[in-house]
């Protein structure tokens, strides 16, 4: 929302972000796909769809989402992603198909980001261990960085600014705005995997269907970890997901109404105190 951001020209923006790179020791060279293809793949959302589905079946636990990151670095699905990304550099908005399928597609993208950046940088213990980690890991898609931050923050929240942070992602004139979702959907939030335990577990979403996953995501995820009711004392215990990104949906009132349009239909939340729960920063390694 173009409230919640601090009035920063684009060169404020920009140097900031450039401040910031730098004192993390990031460079714009710093890239998980540095050594390009030499073509780009046709339908790169269905490709990459299907590669994500290959390794949540090869080494992600179904019944937990933990991640078996030794399974899953000798896997073949994982040795196809690897070849993928090598192409995402001539990849443009227009090769991604429609809203649904952009939308799809970035989210696939950031969590197989997670996981690349997790194996890459051999992350262990906490995913705070780098506070840089999230803008450090990065993939080049249309000869443009992405990070971990810019899709998420930039692209599927539609530009807006990270929750610490007092300014949009992309400055004005950003040539990574072209890749901005407009009116941006608060159930991807379910969706996103940041490689946390209190993270929601990782899909793989299809533009065909994504209303219906996106459904099921939020369904799951305010059923499960993300929303816990204590009826005697009438708390409504969240995830911190919906304190940090309250405006996404639509303030405290709004997170309410979508609470209460998942949460299983035998509980009342009305008049409810709301408290919110600590977020577990531990690697999603399955033991």
């Not at 684009?10 to 004192?23: C, D, E, K, L, S």
């Not at 390794?55 to 030794?70: C, F, H, K, L, N």
């Not at 990070?147 to 930039?154: C, K, M, P, T, V």
């Not at 919906?242 to 509980?267: H, I, N, P």
Request: proline share 6%; aromatic share 10%.
């Amino acid at each position: 929302m173009k409230s919640e951001n601090f009035d920063l020209s684009a060169f404020g923006v920009r140097t900031a972000n450039q401040i910031a790179n730098r004192v993390l020791g990031i460079g714009p060279n710093d890239l998980l796909n540095p050594e390009p293809a030499r073509s780009g793949l046709e339908n790169p959302a269905r490709k990459l769809r299907e590669i994500a589905n290959d390794m949540r079946a090869q080494a992600i636990s179904p019944e937990t989402g933990e991640v078996d990151y030794g399974k899953l670095v000798e896997s073949e699905s994982y040795a196809r992603f690897k070849t993928f990304a090598r192409a995402l550099p001539y990849c443009t908005k227009e090769d991604l198909g429609d809203r649904p399928h952009q939308i799809a597609f970035w989210i696939n993208l950031y969590n197989a980001l997670i996981l690349h950046g997790v194996l890459h940088y051999k992350v262990s213990g906490s995913m705070l261990r780098d506070i840089g980690f999230f803008r450090r890991v990065a993939y080049n898609v249309g000869g443009m960085r992405f990070s971990a931050d810019d899709i998420e923050h930039g692209v599927l929240r539609g530009n807006r600014r990270h929750p610490y942070l007092p300014f949009t992602q992309f400055a004005k004139g950003d040539p990574r705005e072209m890749m901005s979702i407009e009116d941006p959907d608060p159930r991807m939030h379910f969706a996103l995997v940041c490689g946390a335990r209190s993270c929601p577990p990782i899909s793989a979403y299809d533009g065909e269907q994504l209303d219906a996953q996106l459904d099921l995501a939020a369904a799951a995820f305010i059923n499960g970890i993300g929303a816990q009711f204590d009826p005697e004392a009438k708390i409504l215990f969240l995830s911190r997901i919906f304190k940090w990104y309250a405006g996404d949906f639509g303030g405290r009132e709004g997170a309410l109404r979508l609470v209460d349009q998942y949460l299983d239909t035998s509980v009342d939340i009305a008049g409810a105190r709301i408290r919110y729960l600590p977020y577990d920063w531990s690697v999603n390694s399955l033991a």
